[in-house]
């Protein structure tokens, strides 16, 4: 089991800057990959970075790559989400997320522990 709590979130200007955490809690974290999904109003949770469980490979999605960076501390059980140079388009409920299984997966249905999420919003 793992438990994810999210925390970071709040409103910013374009072209600003937040860094998003998730506290993980259980033993299997450092075993799991991880994942950040977010979902705006009206649209379905779509993807937007993971990392490996031991750190060494990270995705994100086009929409986001070179202003999102993606890091875990397994010692610390953390995860996070340094975001920058963020726009108005980025605005929507960020989740972490943990994939029990050692591959890296893009679809939210693949991941078995959610977070409760956390709002961003960037105003123009």
């Known amino acids: 089991q793992v438990q994810l709590a999210e925390s970071g979130g709040g409103l910013v200007q374009a072209g600003g800057s937040l860094r998003l955490s998730c506290a993980a809690s259980?033993?299997?974290?450092?075993?799991?990959?991880m994942g950040w999904f977010r979902q705006a109003p009206g649209k379905e949770r779509e993807f937007v970075s993971l990392?490996?469980?031991?750190?060494?490979?990270?995705y994100y999605a086009d929409s986001v790559k070179g202003r999102f960076t993606i890091s875990r501390d397994n010692a610390k059980n953390t995860l996070n989400l340094q975001m920058n140079s963020l726009k108005p388009e980025d605005t929507a409920v960020y989740y972490c997320?943990?994939?029990?299984?050692?591959?890296?997966?893009?679809?939210?249905?693949?991941?078995?522990?959610w977070g409760q999420g956390t709002q961003v919003t960037v105003s123009s």
């Open positions: 997320a943990a994939d029990r299984d050692l591959v890296a997966r893009v679809s939210p249905d693949e991941y078995d522990y």
């Open positions: 259980g033993r299997t974290f450092s075993r799991c990959t």
């Open positions: 990392i490996t469980w031991s750190g060494d490979s990270t």
